[in-house]
Nanobody
């Protein structure tokens, strides 16, 4: 069983930056594609970014391209999301997720493991 624990959320002003981390347990982290999703009340969970098991391939939602960067440190079993130039519309609970496969995905249903989420609030 893989456990994922997010950290790094908080309150930030528009234009500011935050770095989310996701610590993963288990021995299969380096062979698992990972992703970040976000959700606001009353809306479906939304894809943000994904990264392959090796870290060589990434993909982003259009609205965060150029502002967010997903990365991973397989030696530390940790996933990151660097968020710059934050906007009020980025306010959400952010979740990290893991797949059983090496290739990334933008579809939430293709992820087997989920963290508990961390709140990000961007004030205007």
């Amino acid at each position: 069983q893989v456990q994922l624990v997010e950290s790094g959320g908080g309150l930030v002003q528009a234009g500011g930056s935050l770095r989310l981390s996701c610590a993963a347990s288990g021995r299969t982290f380096s062979t698992s594609a990972m992703g970040w999703f976000r959700q606001t009340p009353g809306k479906e969970r939304e894809f943000v970014a994904t990264i392959s098991g090796s870290g060589g391939n990434t993909n982003y939602q259009d609205s965060v391209k150029g502002r967010f960067t997903i990365s991973r440190d397989n030696a530390k079993n940790t996933l990151y999301l660097q968020m710059n130039s934050l906007k009020p519309e980025d306010t959400a609970v952010y979740y990290c997720a893991g797949r059983r496969y090496r290739s990334g995905s933008s579809y939430a249903y293709e992820y087997a493991y989920w963290g508990q989420g961390t709140q990000v609030t961007v004030s205007s």
